[in-house]
């Protein structure tokens, strides 16, 4: 079955910087690979997805890139701000999401 | 669009007791809902994957006679926690695809369950 592995587990930027967050996956028929955020004690929020048959995909300050080959995707986010803290979960699928282990993202004033 | 609904937000109940959680989705017609459990500070774990009109399919180590999902119309999945013990008490969410983007899954806003 599917695996995604995420890293790092824990991010401190100052607010301005860019934050790098990169997963793997194992299963090359896996198609589709969204990203969400959940504040504590809150639902998932998806913030970006992108697809198989697309290698990078840009909204605002958050882009997504996919390298198929390599079977990673990692998600980037520009010009951070306080309120993009929070937890982080990538996940990859054919069918049924399998979810990284989650990256808490801190930003610093 | 693609909202996804869930209640309650938080249930505490005694031990032995059955818990019901109700997902549904509001403006879609959701052809698929999932059922995760999430432990604090931690990734979501699948439980089960309900297809409308037939039964869920469950992962490995999940109990089928613990955990009763229902998935009853193309709005409603319902989660039953039967004889509640105070290892099942968790956050747990839900998430309905179905919408404009069919592998798109939107979740619910969870339901923390304590056993007392």
């Known amino acids: 079955g599917e695996n995604v592995e995420q890293h790092p587990s824990t991010l401190s930027v100052q607010e301005g910087d860019s934050a790098v967050i990169k997963c793997t996956y194992s299963d090359s028929a896996s198609n589709y690979f969204p990203w969400y955020k959940q504040e504590l004690g809150k639902r998932p929020q998806l913030i970006i997805d992108i697809r198989s048959n697309v290698g990078e995909k840009k909204d605002q300050r958050i882009a997504v890139t996919l390298n198929k080959t390599a079977k990673h995707f990692s998600l980037h986010i520009t010009e951070t701000q306080p309120e993009d803290s929070a937890v982080y979960f990538c996940a990859a699928t054919p069918g049924k999401l399998i979810f990284g282990t989650g990256t808490r993202l801190q930003v610093f004033p | 669009g693609a909202v996804v609904s869930q209640h309650p937000s938080r249930v505490i109940c005694k031990s032995g007791t059955s818990v019901k959680i109700e997902c549904r989705s509001l403006?879609?017609?959701?052809?698929?809902m999932f059922w995760y459990r999430q432990f604090p500070k931690k990734s979501l774990m699948l439980m089960a994957t309900s297809n409308e009109g037939s039964k869920a399919t469950y992962e490995q180590g999940v109990e089928k006679d613990k955990f009763l999902i229902n998935h009853a119309s193309l709005t409603l999945s319902t989660l039953t926690v039967t004889s509640a013990h105070p290892e099942d008490s968790s956050f747990y969410i839900c998430?309905?695809?179905?919408?404009?983007?069919?592998?798109?899954?939107?979740f619910g806003p969870g339901t923390r369950l304590t056993v007392l």
């Open positions: 403006d879609f017609q959701a052809t698929t």
């Open positions: 998430s309905a695809s179905g919408g404009a983007t069919t592998d798109t899954q939107y």
